[in-house]
């Protein structure tokens, strides 16, 4: 059905003005469907009673990386593996680089040491997994290697089992802990009135926003595409850049708004959760749809993703876990935290341009 409304050749005799305008468009309305996802899932999810860290880290994170799962997906159902596996590994970087760098700066993030001693390990665990499944199928296969489809399904079994492990935490956690609060840094806690709705129509919020998600996502993978290959940027540097930033806006609009709302834990959460399933969920996903080359045949430079994205990958996780270190020992995130993530970041998306 998708393929039906937005057919690759009729965008193709487009103009380009045209087709930036589509992209544009369809960002929004995926970002806007992401919003009414994450508004069904996490209203759903509190009348559960589950602690705020952890909704993020579960039901939120799971809203917000469906723009991902569905760009990824569509890109590998129409044989662009380089946007697939890109743009997951892409969106990490800029959820992590970006995002948390930019919450870090807005406010003193809460470190909750229950979740982040959890789902935190889990984060960088899934990160080194990936890492070392393309390299280590790169060095056995060379060009050739490619995340199989039976490897995706394994992605998808430890999606489901890190989902059941963060409902059972989060009966064990139910709470959440208790942070001290410095108004001066923006981190305060005000009356927190929150509007309450019938779960059917959560739920049906919901899937209207996954459906916004999914048509939008295809319409945004096919433009992309046929704008790269007009100015002659390989698939797998728009996937890690253009596209990465754009999927992960869903969640730069909810942690941004969770700070100004005072439910900043919801951020930390949200990053740790979908950093986890940007591997498991979109990666895992978009292999199943269809193997996914290590390498781009097509490309300028080939290797592109094993000697740039993935290991700015590693390093921002890195990083990452030596912040939560000191954050666990102190009670919160320091400010200056997220100057070195943006810089990094900021490195990246430059070598990438640089580099087409």
Request: proline share 4%; glycine share 10%.
């Amino acid at each position: 059905m998708t393929a039906f409304l937005f057919p690759h050749e009729w965008l193709s005799d487009l103009s380009s003005l045209l087709l930036i305008l589509i992209v544009v468009v369809t960002m929004a309305i995926v970002i806007k469907g992401a919003d009414w996802l994450v508004e069904g899932a996490a209203g759903i999810a509190k009348v559960m009673g589950m602690p705020e860290v952890v909704i993020g880290a579960t039901i939120v994170s799971l809203g917000t990386t469906s723009p991902e799962a569905a760009v990824s997906v569509l890109a590998a159902w129409n044989g662009q593996a380089g946007l697939a596996l890109g743009n997951g590994v892409g969106s990490i970087i800029a959820d992590t680089g970006l995002i948390f760098g930019i919450g870090c700066l807005m406010t003193a993030l809460p470190a909750d040491k229950f979740v982040l001693s959890r789902q935190g390990w889990l984060q960088f665990g899934s990160a080194i997994l990936l890492a070392a499944l393309c390299y280590g199928l790169y060095f056995m296969d060379g060009d050739a290697a490619q995340i199989h489809r039976w490897i995706g399904m394994v992605f998808i079994a430890l999606l489901v089992a890190y989902m059941l492990m963060s409902m059972k935490w989060a009966k064990a956690h139910p709470a959440g802990e208790l942070h001290i609060v410095n108004k001066n840094n923006g981190l305060h806690h005000g009356d927190r009135t929150e509007e309450r709705h019938d779960v059917l129509f959560l739920a049906g919020l919901g899937l209207v926003g996954l459906f916004m998600v999914i048509l939008a996502g295809d319409g945004l993978v096919n433009s992309v595409t046929i704008l790269a290959g007009r100015w002659g940027i390989p698939d797998v540097v728009i996937a890690s850049t253009l596209v990465a930033f754009g999927t992960s806006l869903p969640e730069l609009v909810v942690g941004i708004t969770a700070i100004r709302k005072g439910h900043a834990e919801l951020l930390v959460g949200n990053i740790i959760g979908a950093d986890i399933l940007n591997v498991l969920f979109v990666i895992g996903l978009a292999a199943v749809a269809m193997p996914l080359p290590i390498i781009e045949p097509s490309a300028t430079y080939p290797a592109v993703f094993l000697i740039i994205q993935l290991p700015t990958m590693l390093l921002m996780l890195v990083m990452f876990r030596l912040f939560i270190f000191k954050a666990v020992k102190e009670g919160s995130f320091s400010r200056w935290m997220g100057i070195p993530l943006l810089v990094l970041y900021v490195i990246f998306v430059a070598a990438g341009l640089v580099l087409s």
